[in-house]
């Protein structure tokens, strides 16, 4: 089992561009999530998905968009980058509500907006 | 929403030391978090509890409903145990967890 994985690593982006940060599981949890983490502040969320279908957003949602189309990827878009969405994002699952169950990390994946 | 507090922010011990992080939040919660990240990135779940006590080899994590309250102990800790230890809680009927800002521990040798 690979678990959660997250790609790219690292990624560098100019200002306005867009891409797709790709986080895919193989344990076939229902709960998906991205979370952004800045220095200084507890990790935030973004968005997440409690099935295939089903988005929400979380916290900080604005410059991103998710698509849950199967149970195994739940990709991130940033539409138009922005310098404030430099960060450490954090894709994360668990196999049911989030008060029974423990959460499974991806790597993370570090994008500098220049 | 909920207000996620830890103590200390950072903390430096001697191997072999016992060790204990806090974590206080501000409402009534359905389940605590306890993870763990190292430098280079990567977070693991260490915990999920929502009464009582739970033991993981060196790892004891605790909770307090009626005051709540978290702590985290690590006995007779080791170099390898030196990393960013995270509080998460999770609210009655909501899939969204709060975060604190995590506890930096460092251990020497």
Request: charged share 15%; net charge positive; proline share 4%.
């Given at each position: 089992n690979a678990g959660v994985t997250q790609t790219p690593k690292f990624q560098v982006l100019k200002t306005g561009q867009s891409m797709t940060l790709q986080c895919a599981q193989d344990?076939?949890?229902?709960y998906m999530s991205w979370y952004r983490q800045d220095p200084g502040m507890g990790l935030r969320l973004i968005h997440y998905s409690v099935g295939a279908g089903i988005t929400d957003q979380g916290e900080v949602p604005n410059g991103y968009n998710v698509s849950r189309s199967t149970t195994e990827d739940f990709p991130l878009r940033l539409l138009s980058a922005a310098p404030s969405q430099t960060s450490v994002y954090f894709c994360a699952t668990g196999i049911g509500k989030l008060y029974n169950s423990p959460l499974h990390f991806g790597n993370g994946t570090r994008l500098t907006v220049t | 929403k909920n207000e996620v507090e830890q103590s200390p922010q950072n903390l430096t011990a001697q191997e072999g030391e016992f060790i204990t992080i806090n974590c206080s939040y501000s409402v009534g919660i359905s389940a605590l978090h306890w993870l763990q990240q190292h430098p280079g990135g990567g977070i693991v779940s260490l915990f999920m509890l929502s009464s009582g006590k739970k033991k993981h080899g060196r790892l004891i994590a605790t909770i307090n409903i009626q005051e709540k309250h978290s702590s985290l102990h690590i006995t007779?800790?080791?170099?390898?145990?030196s990393a960013v230890y995270i509080c998460a809680v999770g609210n009655f009927g909501n899939e969204k967890l709060t975060f604190g800002t995590g506890t930096r521990l460092t251990i020497i040798p």
């Amino acid at each position: 089992n690979a678990g959660v994985t997250q790609t790219p690593k690292f990624q560098v982006l100019k200002t306005g561009q867009s891409m797709t940060l790709q986080c895919a599981q193989d344990m076939n949890h229902e709960y998906m999530s991205w979370y952004r983490q800045d220095p200084g502040m507890g990790l935030r969320l973004i968005h997440y998905s409690v099935g295939a279908g089903i988005t929400d957003q979380g916290e900080v949602p604005n410059g991103y968009n998710v698509s849950r189309s199967t149970t195994e990827d739940f990709p991130l878009r940033l539409l138009s980058a922005a310098p404030s969405q430099t960060s450490v994002y954090f894709c994360a699952t668990g196999i049911g509500k989030l008060y029974n169950s423990p959460l499974h990390f991806g790597n993370g994946t570090r994008l500098t907006v220049t | 929403k909920n207000e996620v507090e830890q103590s200390p922010q950072n903390l430096t011990a001697q191997e072999g030391e016992f060790i204990t992080i806090n974590c206080s939040y501000s409402v009534g919660i359905s389940a605590l978090h306890w993870l763990q990240q190292h430098p280079g990135g990567g977070i693991v779940s260490l915990f999920m509890l929502s009464s009582g006590k739970k033991k993981h080899g060196r790892l004891i994590a605790t909770i307090n409903i009626q005051e709540k309250h978290s702590s985290l102990h690590i006995t007779a800790s080791h170099p390898r145990d030196s990393a960013v230890y995270i509080c998460a809680v999770g609210n009655f009927g909501n899939e969204k967890l709060t975060f604190g800002t995590g506890t930096r521990l460092t251990i020497i040798p």
